[in-house]
């Protein structure tokens, strides 16, 4: 009885390679369509078309080609049913053993800038995923493969001692697995791009799609997660983001470091140095070149930062390098890294070093985007897993409009405390709440992150300004949300604060503004809450 495989592919690596082996080590007799087709001819391999295998010729600019009962007819057929294999002679089907099929490159096609509506619906495959799900339905007796980096495996089972009967089996399963996967992961690509093209305004929107389609490829395991009885792994395109120049591999701490660090520098287009310890930034600095900034950032805590995370977005230089090979850091993200400043570093062999593949997005064209129609990217969603579901919500994009920031005590802030205010309200929004931030130019003096109580973060921020032996005199304060009572406030003018800025809305926003009033100190409600959870 002749065994028939199909073969219909779009990534065609290692495909010719594959048949030949099919066809003249294990017998199958190759049946294929169009451009794949072509190429085993061109490879000197038997082949028939499914055109004369069907008797039903290409229609619809080959819209329709697979869709055919002697197609799913062999894919379907069970061999254990004896009415199945009546049927399948009495209607002239012959069985197929073995599918090799990719699909139309649907999610690269899409990911172009210039795709137009109409190429994309045309890349939506519609052959290849049901003789993929025929044949996975059926994967007791066909074998299905729709990666070409399995081909090889799918040869060794077949080569296996006793005609590969028990080890293919075996492999069999796991294969459909892989299909159903994978056409899980199309569908909700076409749903995701389907979605976004008929709700060009999604991302005005206060709602969302009413079935949230996601799915991302396995990138790699983990050495384990937050802590090391827990298991863990990374999903998605991470990878395509950042690449790793050297040092351990990453843990699941330092990716969301790293991804804490990247949102926060994107938000600065002079040199900026930040640093981070469990996602917050416990110093960071503006200047005009990166080792002012570095001196800065690190003067406003010279404990926090050991274990840390360093991110800079210009160049880092030998000289940057050297002060930072001075303390023990997780890793270091930069645009690039000087052949000095690398040599420097890889003496640290378990430093982690990294590249982002791209610039960060600036400010503006993050406020900008999934905007007009733009698909809505996922790196601009935040996903929070909850009982019995996930939390969805779009990122904290802005800082506000500074024309709708209002000042509202009876002082006008200098431009010294504007500067001031403003890069504290830029740090502010990356700091977990509550949070509190002192600050003089661009450069942080002290931060207080995460306590219960706004007052205790105040503390803390002053705290930490003491230790690093930083005066807050004629500095500027940030708050991340309201102050819901006076003594926030009062702590930070205590300690040398002669401006604050904050969204305000509070129930007592009064007594806040009368005891800034009568301290004198110039404030700023910007209408806008960055709580961080």
């Not at 843990?251 to 969301?256: A, D, E, Q």
Request: with cysteine; charged share 25%; net charge neutral.
């Amino acid at each position: 009885m002749p065994k028939f495989a199909l073969l219909s592919v779009s990534d065609k690596r290692g495909l010719a390679e594959f048949a030949a082996a099919l066809s003249r080590r294990h017998g199958y007799t190759l049946l294929s369509t169009g451009g794949t087709a072509k190429l085993l001819a061109e490879s000197g391999l038997p082949v028939t078309e499914v055109s004369r295998h069907t008797g039903f010729p290409e229609i619809m600019d080959g819209r329709v080609k697979t869709l055919h009962p002697k197609i799913h007819g062999g894919l379907l057929c069970r061999r254990d049913k004896p009415a199945h294999l009546a049927q399948a002679a009495q209607n002239g089907i012959e069985l197929i053993d073995l599918v090799v099929v990719n699909l139309y490159p649907f999610e690269q096609t899409v990911a172009r800038a210039d795709v137009a509506f109409e190429e994309a619906i045309e890349n939506i495959d519609i052959g290849g995923p049901s003789m993929l799900r025929s044949a996975a339905k059926n994967h007791e007796s066909v074998t299905v493969v729709c990666d070409p980096d399995d081909y090889g495996r799918v040869l060794a089972a077949m080569d296996a001692p006793g005609g590969g009967d028990g080890a293919l089996a075996t492999l069999r399963r796991e294969l459909a697995l892989k299909v159903f996967q994978r056409t899980a992961s199309y569908d909700a690509a076409i749903a995701k791009y389907l979605a976004a093209a008929s709700e060009p305004d999604l991302a005005a929107m206060s709602g969302f799609p009413e079935v949230l389609a996601v799915s991302w490829k396995k990138a790699q395991s983990l050495r384990y997660g937050e802590n090391p009885h827990q298991r863990a792994a990374l999903y998605g395109t991470f990878h395509d983001h950042f690449r790793q120049l050297q040092g351990k591999e990453l843990s699941y701490n330092n990716i969301l470091d790293i991804t804490s660090a990247a949102a926060l520098i994107g938000e600065f287009e002079k040199p900026t140095v930040a640093i981070l310890k469990h996602t917050n930034p416990c110093g960071a600095a503006s200047a005009d070149t990166l080792d002012e900034a570095w001196e800065m950032a690190y003067a406003t805590d010279r404990q926090a930062p050991f274990g840390g995370i360093i991110v800079v977005n210009r160049t880092l230089d030998g000289a940057l390098a050297k002060a930072i090979a001075e303390i023990f850091t997780e890793v270091i993200i930069a645009p690039r890294f000087s052949d000095e400043a690398m040599a420097i570093f890889g003496k640290k062999k378990n430093l982690r070093l990294m590249v982002a593949n791209s610039s960060p997005p600036s400010p503006e064209g993050l406020r900008r985007a999934g905007t007009a129609g733009e698909p809505f990217p996922d790196s601009l969603l935040d996903l929070r897993s909850v009982v019995g579901g996930v939390l969805v919500q779009d990122r904290d994009r802005t800082l506000g409009k500074r024309s709708e920031y209002r000042v509202v005590t009876q002082r006008q802030p200098t431009p010294e405390e504007w500067a001031g205010m403003l890069f504290g309200w830029i740090i502010g929004k990356h700091v977990k709440s509550n949070s509190i931030v002192f600050c003089r130019g661009e450069r942080t003096l002290g931060i207080g992150a995460g306590q219960m109580a706004r007052v205790d973060s105040s503390r803390i921020a002053v705290w930490k300004a003491g230790e690093a032996g930083l005066s807050l005199a004629g500095s500027a304060v940030a708050s991340e949300a309201l102050f819901p009572f006076a003594d926030g406030l009062i702590a930070a003018g205590d300690a040398g604060a002669t401006a604050a800025i904050q969204p305000g809305g509070a129930m007592r926003d009064e007594e806040v503004i009368k005891a800034a009033d009568e301290r004198g100190m110039a404030m700023v409600f910007t209408g806008i809450r960055h709580f961080r959870h």
